[in-house]
């Protein structure tokens, strides 16, 4: 039997293992002091010593960095786990809110409600008929389910709410490429459509905190509902364009047919929409190209997850599905001024969110004045009824009436007739057409302008020589007729809409300074769309596309003398609760001189100026009774006219009108005021019936002359114009007749020596010469040359009868004849017109001469020979 070991062996045992345990701790201090004695003993230098990268690893994968790195990891998980499960404890009490049944509840039909500024309803936003939005699972297509899992989240049927996978693959995708990816399951959009709506918008960091509680609700949803419950829940709360939330509402509005009928091709086309409803809406005929190329992706993914075979994708794409959509004016039966109210909707699915929009209940007062609109329509369907247009190869028109103090749009009509075959639905107000001349003020803005460095000496009387610079444009550069006017003061370069000023310009200012203030005064999409390909000086003279809308609202800017407001379409939007959730308000910004406004306000309302181009006063630029100023266009295409252009703005209202053809076609006339008995028409009805009626205007209203403006003569400068720069007087010879410069064939008579301002032109650096009262030294005497005919003259006879008469006759040279003058012994007697045979001069006597002096128009003059007067008064010698 074994012996039991002694007391005195444990403690021996006890003692040896606290040795040993003393032992190996002062062993470990013995080696940490050694280590703490390599140390620098200067704090700051111990704490850079120890970062060094070779001591880091050293430490984390020694024995000491691995425990200590356990411990962090654990505290970390510990963390971890505490915070997710704060998390789920928190956000569990929404997930009862998502029972199907309590979801059908929170989407019930409702109707938004459209008003005009006055209170006027404009449109009742029901939707289609049957309109149904939350059906049951086997009431949806199987093929439109297997679709929206294919687009959306390949992996639906694998994941329990949220897809590290799927955020992986979204991130590589967005870092790798030009397309943006989500990474939210399906199970995460429901979610955010339901809880989120309002929270939808924000990104960044701001979004965080978002996407966390949505990931926390889906992994919950998910372990409370089947795959198919969820599928049917989003495909019954997703937007599809419009107000139409819910596959069936889609379905119903645009194939007249339940969600569970849908074709393979139909199926796909909704399941195109959700991602961008706004763009993809299939009444949105911009959005088609794209909303097509998404169709054939959704068939390309169903083919690839094997919910159809390649060749029954292949197929569907070969139906003409957008040809099978119903028409959406019925829908619009009973709707009033339907782009603007469209453009509305638009406006708040951008700024509220579609699915807000589309779930309804809405009440939106507009800024439109329907009896303004009411008016435009009957003047632009009288207009097209004319036969006018259709005369001059016109099939469309739009136009934009704009309150200008406020920005508020009054006024739209999209196309000649909302319900006109083919292209009436189609918005021109929107889209991007070339402004033609009517861009030029805005350049002319900018040239104005004062940089403060003293470089700015420009005003309406400055020369900008109109001709060739096809050197400085990189290719050749006409004025619309096609001949160059030489030395012209802007005012009149700008008043008779030549190019070569515009461009020299832009020239001036930089093409991107031009660009930076025309979108600073309001027509911010100009020449957005060919950023990309570069933008040349041609863009002075209305090369790019702009919407009518933002042109109206750069109009505008002028008629607030430069403060620049954004255009709107919206005063307030109320939701069903009554809550105000978009309200205008009324906040500008100072872009513009108010001296250079005025300038330009000036130049655009000077009817003398323009005469020569459109006459004094043309419908269009002129409102009778109401001062206002105006800018025509006109936009070519493979040089023939494209789109004609009237722009019309004071300080209370601001008008724009386009003719052309949807199809961008060229038309057969390249008058610009074709259209002027529209804007003047509804101008003077705003202005007089409306604006007088409700004291926003009275007669003589006009701008306020700032101070600091400069006047010389007729022309206008602003205040830090200094006269004196750049400018030297001299005295030059011109002909009277001709009005240009005299040359070596001028008659002496016709010459005049004239005090002109000479400078020189900023972009030929060639000398320009601003002389008065219409004389031009940029070109020679045309009326005269040295080899012109003279006028003749001869004295046929004196008679002491009739109070003593003199008879002559005098002949035209190259002018018609202007006077004759007759002298009696070098005296002149009589001057009588050019056309008399006979002049009376007294009774003479014997021995006295007389002799006549013929002078033309061209100023020539000829001296007949000398008739001396016998005793019987009829003789005559020479």
């Given amino acids: 039997m074994a012996k039991k070991?002694?007391?005195?062996?444990?403690?021996?045992?006890?003692?040896?293992?606290?040795?040993?345990?003393?032992?190996?701790?002062?062993?470990?201090?013995?080696?940490?002091?050694?280590?703490?004695?390599?140390?620098?003993?200067?704090?700051?230098?111990?704490?850079?010593?120890?970062?060094?990268?070779?001591?880091?690893?050293?430490?984390?994968?020694s024995k000491r960095g691995f425990l200590l790195g356990l411990k962090i990891f654990g505290v970390a998980v510990l963390l971890g786990v505490l915070f997710v499960g704060g998390l789920f404890a928190y956000f569990r009490k929404d997930l009862d809110q998502i029972r199907p049944e309590e979801l059908a509840k929170r989407v019930q039909t409702t109707v938004s409600k459209y008003y005009d500024r006055n209170g006027v309803l404009l449109w009742e936003d029901k939707g289609s008929d049957n309109y149904k939005l939350v059906v049951k699972s086997e009431e949806l297509s199987k093929y439109l389910k297997d679709?929206?899992?294919?687009?959306?989240?390949?992996?639906?049927?694998?994941?329990?709410?949220?897809?590290?996978?799927?955020?992986?693959?979204?991130?590589?995708?967005?870092?790798?490429?030009?397309?943006?990816?989500?990474?939210?399951?399906?199970?995460?959009?429901?979610?955010?459509?339901?809880?989120?709506?309002?929270?939808?918008?924000?990104?960044?960091?701001?979004?965080?905190?978002?996407?966390?509680?949505?990931?926390?609700l889906a992994i919950e949803v998910e372990r409370m509902y089947d795959k198919d419950q969820i599928l049917t829940l989003y495909l019954n709360e997703s937007p599809y364009g419009g107000r139409r939330n819910g596959a069936e509402s889609a379905a119903q509005t645009y194939f007249g047919k339940s969600a569970k009928?849908?074709?393979?091709?139909?199926?796909?086309?909704?399941?195109?929409?959700?991602?961008?409803?706004?763009?993809?809406?299939?009444?949105?005929?911009?959005?088609?190209?794209?909303?097509?190329?998404?169709?054939?992706?959704?068939?390309?993914?169903?083919?690839?997850?094997?919910?159809?075979?390649?060749?029954?994708?292949?197929?569907?794409?070969?139906?003409?599905?957008?040809?099978?959509?119903?028409?959406?004016?019925?829908?619009?039966?009973?709707?009033?001024?339907p782009h603007f109210v469209l453009a509305v909707r638009s406006q708040l699915q951008q700024e509220l969110g579609a699915a807000t929009v589309g779930k309804g209940g809405l009440t939106i007062k507009t800024t439109l004045d329907v009896r303004v609109q009411e008016k435009l329509e009957a003047e632009m369907n009288s207009f097209f009824a004319s036969g006018i247009p259709?005369?001059?190869?016109i099939s469309n028109g739009a136009a934009t009436v704009e309150d200008t103090q406020t920005g508020q749009i009054i006024a739209l009509l999209g196309s000649r007739d909302f319900r006109y075959p083919g292209f009436g639905q189609d918005n021109a107000s929107t889209a991007f057409i070339q402004p033609g001349s009517t861009v030029k003020p805005l350049v002319f803005a900018k040239l104005f302008e004062d940089k403060g460095s003293g470089q700015r000496n420009?005003?309406?009387?400055?020369?900008?020589?109109?001709?060739?610079?096809?050197?400085?444009?990189?290719?050749?550069?006409?004025?619309?007729?096609?001949?160059?006017?030489?030395?012209?003061?802007?005012?009149?370069?700008?008043?008779?809409?030549?190019?070569?000023?515009?461009?020299?310009?832009?020239?001036?200012?930089?093409?991107?300074?031009?660009?930076?203030?025309?979108?600073?005064?309001?027509?911010?999409?100009?020449?957005?769309?060919?950023?990309?390909?570069?933008?040349?000086?041609?863009?002075?003279?209305?090369?790019?596309?702009?919407?009518?809308?933002?042109?109206?609202?750069?109009?505008?800017?002028?008629?607030?003398?430069?403060?620049?407001?954004?255009?709107?379409?919206?005063?307030?939007?109320?939701?069903?609760?009554?809550?105000?959730?978009?309200?205008?308000?009324?906040?500008?910004?100072?872009?513009?001189?108010?001296?250079?406004?005025?300038?330009?306000?000036?130049?655009?309302?000077?009817?003398?100026?323009?005469?020569?181009?459109?006459g004094?006063?043309?419908?269009?630029?002129?409102?009778?009774?109401?001062?206002?100023?105006?800018?025509?266009?006109?936009?070519?295409?493979?040089?023939?006219?494209?789109?004609?252009?009237i722009m019309n703005y004071s300080p209370t209202l601001t008008m724009g009108l386009w003719l052309g053809n949807s199809d961008t076609s060229t038309i057969r006339t390249s008058n610009s005021v074709l259209g002027g008995r529209v804007v003047s028409n509804v101008l003077s009805y705003a202005y007089k019936d409306i604006y007088a009626a409700e004291g926003k205007w009275k007669a003589g209203d006009w701008f306020g002359r700032p101070e600091g403006i400069q006047q010389q003569g007729r022309e206008l400068y602003p205040s830090w114009w200094n006269k004196n720069q750049g400018q030297t007087k001299q005295?030059?010879?011109?002909?009277?007749?001709?009005?240009?410069?005299?040359?070596?064939?001028?008659?002496?008579?016709?010459?005049?020596?004239?005090?002109?301002?000479?400078?020189?032109?900023?972009?030929?650096?060639?000398?320009?010469?601003?002389?008065?009262?219409?004389?031009?030294?940029?070109?020679?005497?045309?009326?005269?040359?040295?080899?012109?005919?003279?006028?003749?003259?001869?004295?046929?006879?004196?008679?002491?009868?009739?109070?003593?008469?003199?008879?002559?006759?005098?002949?035209?040279?190259?002018?018609?004849?202007?006077?004759?003058?007759?002298?009696?012994?070098?005296?002149?007697?009589?001057?009588?017109?050019?056309?008399?045979?006979?002049a009376v001069v007294g009774s003479l006597s014997s021995g006295t001469k007389i002799t006549i002096v013929v002078t033309d128009e061209g100023y020539y003059s000829t001296t007949s020979s000398t008739y001396t007067v016998g005793s019987s008064g009829r003789r005559q010698s020479s």
């Fill in 5 to 61: 070991p002694s007391k005195s062996r444990k403690h021996s045992v006890y003692a040896n293992l606290a040795h040993k345990r003393k032992t190996k701790k002062d062993a470990a201090s013995r080696k940490r002091a050694e280590y703490l004695a390599t140390l620098p003993k200067h704090p700051v230098k111990r704490f850079f010593y120890r970062l060094h990268p070779k001591r880091v690893f050293k430490f984390w994968f």
């Fill in 147 to 216: 679709a929206t899992v294919a687009i959306e989240d390949r992996d639906f049927y694998k994941h329990n709410g949220v897809s590290p996978s799927g955020i992986i693959r979204a991130a590589i995708n967005n870092t790798s490429s030009n397309t943006v990816q989500g990474g939210s399951t399906l199970t995460q959009q429901l979610v955010k459509q339901v809880f989120f709506t309002d929270e939808a918008g924000e990104r960044g960091l701001a979004g965080i905190p978002r996407k966390i509680k949505e990931a926390i």
């Fill in 261 to 337: 009928d849908l074709t393979l091709p139909e199926a796909a086309l909704l399941a195109a929409i959700p991602q961008n409803p706004s763009v993809y809406n299939p009444y949105n005929v911009a959005g088609h190209p794209g909303l097509i190329d998404r169709q054939h992706t959704v068939l390309d993914y169903m083919a690839r997850e094997g919910f159809v075979t390649q060749k029954e994708a292949d197929e569907a794409k070969k139906v003409a599905i957008i040809d099978s959509l119903r028409p959406e004016t019925d829908q619009f039966a009973d709707i009033k001024a």
């Fill in 390 to 393: 259709e005369s001059n190869g």
């Fill in 458 to 614: 420009y005003g309406s009387g400055t020369i900008l020589k109109d001709e060739r610079i096809d050197n400085i444009y990189g290719t050749r550069l006409n004025n619309w007729d096609n001949r160059f006017m030489g030395d012209l003061t802007i005012r009149r370069g700008l008043s008779l809409s030549r190019n070569i000023p515009a461009v020299k310009a832009m020239y001036i200012n930089g093409v991107d300074e031009s660009l930076a203030m025309i979108h600073d005064l309001g027509a911010k999409s100009y020449c957005t769309q060919e950023a990309a390909a570069g933008v040349g000086l041609s863009s002075a003279i209305g090369g790019c596309g702009v919407k009518q809308i933002d042109l109206v609202n750069a109009y505008s800017t002028l008629g607030r003398s430069g403060t620049y407001k954004p255009s709107t379409m919206v005063l307030e939007v109320k939701n069903s609760s009554n809550e105000t959730i978009k309200k205008w308000k009324d906040e500008g910004k100072q872009v513009l001189d108010p001296q250079v406004a005025y300038i330009l306000a000036d130049i655009l309302s000077d009817p003398d100026a323009r005469a020569s181009l459109h």
């Fill in 616 to 645: 004094r006063f043309p419908l269009g630029l002129y409102v009778d009774g109401v001062q206002t100023a105006g800018k025509t266009g006109t936009s070519d295409k493979d040089s023939k006219p494209k789109d004609l252009w």
């Fill in 731 to 838: 005295k030059l010879t011109f002909d009277r007749v001709s009005k240009f410069k005299a040359t070596d064939c001028t008659p002496a008579a016709a010459k005049i020596e004239i005090e002109v301002l000479r400078s020189i032109d900023p972009v030929t650096k060639r000398e320009v010469f601003i002389a008065p009262d219409g004389y031009d030294a940029s070109k020679d005497d045309d009326k005269h040359g040295c080899d012109d005919p003279k006028p003749s003259a001869s004295i046929n006879e004196y008679s002491s009868s009739g109070g003593g008469t003199v008879s002559f006759t005098a002949g035209q040279g190259k002018f018609a004849l202007q006077s004759i003058e007759v002298l009696v012994d070098g005296k002149s007697i009589a001057s009588v017109s050019g056309s008399a045979s006979s």
